[in-house]
């Protein structure tokens, strides 16, 4: 068991985690969206919403953009994904009761916020996500027409789980949720107490 409380805590948080077996089963233009709700209601500095989604289809021309950008390796296991999302951001925004944009210091912080509710929410609708930083970055730019003035993040695979055995060796050994650090390696009360 790789998965143990340390207080008590929600299931939904532990049993959240990153296959890479999925099965293809298409997912509906309606629970896309039901995950890209969920991440609109994350809260954000000044509520300047900085997150953008791009997202494509198995099958689409837009998965095909966003999977031919991902390294190698994640590109074994994503080519069976249901979708996949870029997740950007807007790293300037106007405040309110202002006119001129201004650099926005917590675009990825408030973005970060936005991917986790929408993993969650795919959680309660039986999808599972695994986030990749293994993408090219300037390619997904150059795919997707991303502008300056937006940060490129990751790319996200929804899709159901499958089983292990679809992986090759190497990752079905991987397969599995892995664990966390201690509380005590994280938290700390009254001041930084933590190894440097
Ligand atoms: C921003 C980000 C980038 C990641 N990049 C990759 C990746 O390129 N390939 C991969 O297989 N997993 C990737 N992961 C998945 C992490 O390894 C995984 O979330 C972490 O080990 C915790 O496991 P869990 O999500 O199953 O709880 C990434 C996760 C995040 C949040």
Known sequence: MTRTAQAPVDR???????????????????????????ARWAPST???????FVYGLAGS??????????VPFNQG??????????????????APGTAQAKPSPNHAFDTGAA????ALQAETMG?????????????????LEVPAGFAVH????????????NLPAALQEREVPNARQPLEAMVAEGRFRFQA
């Open 154 to 165: 990751c790319v996200v695979a929804v899709g159901e789980q499958g089983p292990r055995e």
């Open 115 to 118: 991917w986790m509710s929408l």
């Open 61 to 70: 021309a837009g998965f095909e953009a966003i999977f031919s950008t991902l």
């Open 46 to 52: 000044s509520n300047t919403q900085p997150w953008r």
């Open 12 to 38: 939904r948080f532990i049993d959240r985690w990153s296959p890479r077996s999925f099965t293809g089963k298409p997912i509906s233009a309606a629970d896309i969206m039901s995950l890209f709700e969920a």
């Open 77 to 94: 296991w994503a080519q069976r994904a249901s979708a996949l999302v870029a997740v950007l951001s807007a790293t300037q925004s106007v």
């Open 127 to 143: 999808w599972r996500t695994h986030a990749m930083g293994g993408f090219n970055a300037d390619a997904l730019r150059l795919q």
